[in-house]
């Protein structure tokens, strides 16, 4: 298999005030094509970050880490705009959804971005949103679906690029437990379907349940690296 | 252009997110450059009409007088009709009107008071759209012709004269050599006008003038007035040609005063739409920040699905391009609307005397160019635009793990 992510030496240092406070202290990571990962880790280990680092959202103070085989070191903000639109698809805690675009524009906006044509992306859209179980609410706006509803949104639209890893930060932090399990188990189908890799950060042992390799982070390193019976 | 399709109309359901802070922009500009253009419109109609009203107070659009009449205006100073290279210019496509006079500095006098005043030796019939006093005549009548002896005095001289309509009255100027010369007049007619030409001219036929003053047919005067799409430079250019010897002299040279009004309207309006853009620019830049503030997370989100800096600084700048484009155009409507009512003038009757003090006439007619409409529409919306660059840069600045994590 080949490594979608690898991660060598990964530091990260934030400047707080007078002190320093290191977030990562030499994370080293590979993660394959098909993998679906959760990091799990008490409040300041450093899931977030290591998440932010690994979707180009910052950079690391040290360390490398290479991506569907694109370096992240070095690439100008437009570059590293670029890769999140075309090869990482995200799915945050909450505020996921554009809110004056409908289930189907918001999951068909990244396609937009990209260039496909307005058919195509209508069609890859529905479909999309028919996998995630919301066919028939194409035309509703964010604020018309139920929290765990603009999730499933959330998830279509990082899937309809078809990208090379899903980072999702979270996502389950505000659904109830009916909400949640479906969520992860239709994000299990998905990655099991698409093979594309998953990688979400969390707290949420349900999650956990649900992936087949779980990382623990402890004050910056990874204190555990484990496979899981799916 | 892509991400322009994308981002516009994007931009514009964005600006419909809060309809209310969206309306009272779409009011600030709208009403900013309606007040722009109709003030302008207002302000021009002012300074047409105290210029029309100056022009008609005995002065026209240019004058022809005999070297030196202008630093002391006596007969001695006259010049003889004019000649035919002269006269074929002023018949000509580019003068609409002219009038030849005599004007000279006298004495009226009546049973119980001598006052100074201009005396004018008039063709009534040329003085049509050159002068006021074609007519401007009532009570009374107005002077038969050039060889109509009698007087027309204004309604102020009168009374400050204690005379009236058929009275006599006796007037002393000095003639064409030099020599006081004196005779009586009947007031055949008495004319309205601003207070000063009612206190300061005398009018009689220019014949009868010509003869008190023992002047032949030599004139101290010619006013024209230029036809419609002539230019006054071009003009005044083509009769020094032919009368070099005289001086001819525009009416920004005769009235500098009147000049200086016209120029300063155009200051006002400058200033005038200068204050209301600050205005545009103070309310836009507020709802814009207010905007852009508001979807602190939503930025970061955009900026996480790949959206590049540029891409948020031109999504708001499309926003402001929309808001700040209709208002422009609501405001440029109305204003339209506003003028074409007051197509048929505004009256100032109610403030006649100050209208007759400043030289105005007494209805307004607000006018503006298509050509000053698209100017301003032109000016106000880039810079109305350009001012949200602000909350732009702000927004397209934003970190997006920040901007995310904001609440």
């Known amino acids: 298999m080949t490594a979608t992510v690898q991660c060598h030496d990964l530091v990260k240092r934030y400047k707080q005030g007078e002190t320093t406070v290191n977030a990562l202290k030499g994370v080293d990571l590979a993660v394959e094509a098909g993998e679906f990962v959760s990091i799990s880790g008490p409040s300041g280990s450093g899931k977030s970050t290591l998440l932010h680092i690994l979707g180009s959202l910052e950079r690391p103070t040290g360390g490398d880490v290479v991506l569907d085989g694109v370096a992240l070191s070095g690439l100008a903000k437009s570059e590293q705009a670029d890769l999140r639109l075309n090869r990482i698809g995200f799915v945050f805690q909450a505020y996921n959804l554009i809110p004056v675009l409908s289930a189907a524009e918001n999951t068909a906006f990244i396609l937009q971005l990209q260039g496909m044509n307005a058919r195509e992306r209508r069609r890859r859209a529905f479909e999309m949103l028919e996998r995630v179980g919301l066919a028939g609410m194409e035309d509703r706006r964010p604020g018309q679906l139920s929290g765990g509803q603009q999730q499933r949104v959330a998830v279509a639209r990082a899937l309809a690029s078809r990208p090379a890893i899903v980072l999702a930060d979270e996502p389950t932090a505000n659904l109830d437990s009916e909400n949640s399990d479906e969520l992860l188990t239709m994000m299990s189908e998905l990655n099991r379907e698409s093979g594309v890799t998953f990688i979400v950060a969390t707290h949420d042992p349900r999650v956990i349940a649900h992936t087949r390799r779980h990382l623990v982070l402890t004050d910056g390193r990874i204190e555990s690296d484990e496979s899981v019976a799916a | ?407």
């Not at chain 2, 009449?69 to 210019?89: G, I, R």
């Not at chain 2, 030849?100 to 100074?116: D, N």
């Not at chain 2, 790949?306 to 204003?335: C, H, K, T």
């Not at chain 2, 009512?341 to 009757?349: E, F, I, R, V």
């Open chain 2, 1 to 407: 252009m892509r991400i322009v399709g994308i981002l516009l109309p994007l931009a514009w359901r964005n600006l419909w997110r809060n309809r209310r802070r969206t309306l009272i922009t779409l009011l600030v500009v709208g009403v900013g450059v309606w007040s722009i253009l109709c003030f302008n419109a207002l302000l021009r109609a002012w300074a047409d009409s105290t210029l029309t009203g100056s022009l008609k107070n005995m002065t026209g659009e240019a004058q022809i007088h005999a070297p030196g009449y202008l630093d002391d205006p006596d007969m001695q100073k006259s010049f003889a009709p004019p000649a035919a290279d002269l006269a074929a210019v002023l018949n000509g496509d580019s003068v609409a009107r002219w009038a030849p006079r005599v004007r000279t500095p006298a004495i009226v006098r009546s049973e119980y008071k001598t006052l100074p005043v201009t005396l004018t030796g008039v063709v009534p019939d040329r003085e049509q759209d050159v002068s006021f006093i074609a007519d401007a005549v009532g009570p009374g009548r107005q002077l038969a012709g050039p060889g109509d002896d009698g007087v027309l005095l204004g309604r102020h001289l009168a009374d400050r004269l204690k005379t009236g309509l058929g009275k006599r009255v006796v007037i002393m100027a000095n003639d064409v050599n030099g020599k006081l010369a004196e005779r009586g007049a009947r007031v055949v007619g008495i004319f309205s006008a601003s207070r000063p030409m009612e206190d300061g001219f005398v009018f009689t036929g220019l014949e009868a003038a010509q003869a008190f003053l023992n002047a032949g047919n030599r004139l101290s005067e010619i006013s024209l007035m230029t036809a419609r799409d002539a230019n006054l430079d071009e003009v005044l250019a083509n009769l020094k040609a032919v009368a070099p010897k005289l001086d001819i002299e525009g009416w920004p040279d005769l009235e500098p005063m009147t000049k200086g009004i016209h120029d300063l309207t155009h200051g006002f309006v400058v200033i005038w739409l200068w204050v209301m853009f600050v205005l545009i620019a103070i309310g836009v830049v507020n709802t814009q920040l207010m905007a852009v503030f508001e979807r602190i997370r939503e930025f970061g989100l955009l900026q996480a699905l790949g959206f590049r800096p540029g891409w948020v600084l031109m999504e708001v700048l499309l926003e402001a391009v929309q808001i700040v484009g209709l208002g422009v155009a609501l405001g440029a409507l109305s204003a339209a609307l506003t003028i074409f009512a007051l197509h048929d003038g505004l009256s100032l009757s109610g403030l006649a005397r100050g209208a007759d003090f400043l030289g105005m006439e007494r209805v307004l007619y607000p006018r503006l160019a298509p050509s000053e409409f698209i100017t301003t529409i032109l000016l106000i919306w880039p810079l109305g635009v350009l001012t949200a660059l602000w909350p732009a840069r702000r927004a397209a600045r934003f970190d997006a793990v920040e901007a995310m994590r904001s609440t």
